[in-house]
């Protein structure tokens, strides 16, 4: 008798209740296809490079790996030891950093807010003159986000120039980004999430907490039910074909004039939040993708 089998790998160190809800809807789904699924974290996982520069793995035989970690070079060395991932290690990589998305979506017609990087530096100096032509670029106030971060860390709004001169001097050698701040989509966005560049579920995000700017649901935001505007809708397929994903959580802003502007794209969102406020079967769409993906020859 055949043994279908696939394995979820996840982070050692950063693991929520919510990721265990979301591998047992996983392990129920494939369930339905007799597909059994292990879960590991990424510190269980030994993959390595051997003497003769091969790529090896103390992994078993498994059809496929759900790989909901950011680790780009341990998901690198399992696809050269012949695992098929979702995400593949490429994508991951280009949604792990919040200035390789833009990059990667530069120059494609993808509008978004201004942005620019923080300097790669070395030790200590002053960043007063880079600072200042920031602001000069960007006015006030700006948002300035760690370039690796999720569930809505990381991100900071500065208002005035002492909160700008606040947070950046937590920042010296920390790579960052500052971003123009959209007024038009203050304490909302609209969150998008696509199997094989087909939407599959949405809702827009409202900030609830008082003071609070981000609209994450884990910062104490809420879903909410919405049609997809037909350019968000057509935004959203192009930026996950472009980035070759076979599953992401992408979330747009609402510019001045009611158009997309993309903010973030993750390869690894949880899909509880949308399943509970848009009512769609999520985990059920992506079971059903990888099943036919991995089982269809």
């Known amino acids: 008798m055949l043994s279908y089998k696939g394995l979820v790998i996840s982070n050692a160190f950063t693991i929520w209740e919510e990721f265990f809800h979301m591998v047992k809807r996983l392990q129920d789904e494939f369930g339905k296809y007799g597909v059994t699924i292990d879960h590991q974290r990424n510190d269980q996982v030994m993959a390595y490079i051997d003497e003769n520069g091969n790529a090896k793995t103390n992994l078993p035989n498994y059809d496929f790996i759900i790989y909901f970690d950011k680790d780009y070079h341990i998901a690198r060395l399992l696809e050269l030891a012949g695992f098929r991932l979702f995400n593949k290690a490429e994508a991951i990589n280009l949604c792990d950093s919040k200035m390789l998305t833009h990059l990667a979506l530069t120059n494609h017609g993808i509008k978004m807010p201004k942005t620019i990087n923080y300097p790669l530096r070395y030790g200590q100096?002053?960043?007063?003159?880079?600072?200042?032509?920031?602001?000069?670029?960007?006015?006030l106030p700006m948002v300035i986000k760690h370039i690796y971060g999720s569930l809505g860390e990381q991100v900071f709004l500065a208002r005035t120039i002492d909160e700008f001169n606040q947070i950046t001097s937590k920042l010296t050698n920390v790579p960052h980004i500052y971003q123009q701040f959209i007024a038009s989509s203050f304490r909302k966005d609209l969150r998008i999430v696509l199997i094989d560049h087909k939407i599959v579920a949405s809702m827009q995000r409202n900030a609830q907490v008082e003071g609070e700017f981000r609209s994450n649901i884990e910062t104490g935001g809420i879903g909410l039910q919405v049609d997809i505007p037909p350019a968000f809708a057509s935004m959203a397929i192009k930026v996950s074909e472009i980035l070759d994903l076979d599953y992401c959580g992408l979330d747009l802003l609402y510019g001045p004039s009611g158009e997309p502007l993309l903010m973030e794209v993750n390869a690894n969102a949880y899909f509880s939040p949308i399943e509970?406020?848009?009512?769609?079967?999520?985990?059920?769409?992506?079971?059903?993708y990888i099943v036919k993906t991995i089982y269809s020859r």
């Open 125 to 139: 100096g002053s960043d007063e003159g880079f600072h200042k032509r920031v602001v000069e670029e960007l006015g």
């Open 276 to 288: 509970k406020y848009s009512k769609k079967d999520v985990a059920g769409a992506y079971v059903s």
